[in-house]
């Protein structure tokens, strides 16, 4: 089957049908419950290692755990990783990725590396899950607010004083087409002035399986996840416009091979998304 390519502003259409509204009413539960149990375990886990484990590795590691097993427990989610041999464990990067689903959250948590997640002030008050942030020291922003930004900035720098990797979205926000945004340059500038080098990892079906907008998880989708070499900040020196801009066109050449890759199938030219709230 052809894929047609997706065109700028353009929202493809995701066929949802009635198995995967009953599997989003399982999905959902099971989620609850589930991270009542493991938000429970990464208390504990908190409350023995935070005299001696200061950058909360072991917290991280559990909610890795927790994250990543959702991808896994799905057959009909065929999910891989590729080039997670490029973050070396024993070193510190800033790790970007695309955004386009809170699914995404749960891919990075497949590496198993450990990192700082940056997220949306929002997101820290909702129950279980703002609460494992807090245990985990994640860096929290609010968006469009100009102190909390030079804020989340600061507390970034701090971790990767410390040795910590930071995870962050250079788009700022779920894409609501599937296509990259536009990057900011937080990242990018943090990279430059500290010598970090910069990780770029392009998820792929994560949008299929759970857009912005949409209020219901599609049971049957391939999802990869493929973890690009570093981008030496010695190689852009007083250019984090073209660090950024390279990282872009590499992540949305990737992005693309992707898709055409594993054919996932995307309508250009819709109006809407099938199961979202808009209908």
């Known amino acids: 089957m052809q894929v047609a390519e997706t065109q700028k502003n353009e929202i493809p259409s995701i066929k949802v049908n009635a198995v995967d509204k009953v599997y989003s009413i399982w999905f959902l539960t099971y989620f609850i419950l589930s991270s009542i149990f493991f ?53 510190t990067y800033i790790i970007i990725g695309n955004h386009s689903s809170y699914f995404d959250i749960l891919v990075c948590y497949t590496l198993f590396r450990c990192f700082k997640f940056v997220s949306k002030e929002t997101i820290f008050k909702i129950p279980l899950i703002g609460w494992n942030m807090y245990l985990n020291q994640y860096v929290k922003i609010r968006r469009g607010n100009l102190s909390s930004i030079k804020e989340m900035m600061a507390v970034c720098k701090n971790w990767l004083k410390m040795d910590a990797s930071v995870m962050m979205f250079p788009e700022g926000t779920r894409t609501e087409t599937g296509e990259l945004l536009a990057f900011r340059a937080g990242s990018f500038n943090l990279s430059l002035e500290l010598g970090v080098p910069i990780v ?77 709230k808009k209908e």
């Open 200 to 276: 770029p990892i392009v998820i792929y079906g994560t949008y299929e399986v759970f857009p912005k907008g949409r209020n219901v998880v599609k049971m049957h989708q391939t999802i990869r996840a493929k973890v690009l070499p570093p981008l030496m900040p010695e190689d852009y020196v007083g250019k984090p416009g073209k660090m950024k801009d390279d990282a872009f066109k590499l992540m949305n050449d990737t992005l693309h091979e992707m898709r055409s890759q594993y054919q996932i199938g995307t309508t250009a030219g819709a109006e809407k998304l099938v199961g979202t």
């Open 39 to 91: 938000n429970a375990i990464t208390a504990v886990i908190t409350l023995l290692t935070f005299p001696f484990d200061k950058r909360r590795r072991l917290v991280h590691l559990a909610s890795c755990v927790w994250g990543s097993h959702y991808l896994y427990m799905n057959p009909f989610w065929k999910f891989k990783v590729e080039g997670a041999e490029h973050i070396d464990p024993n070193k």
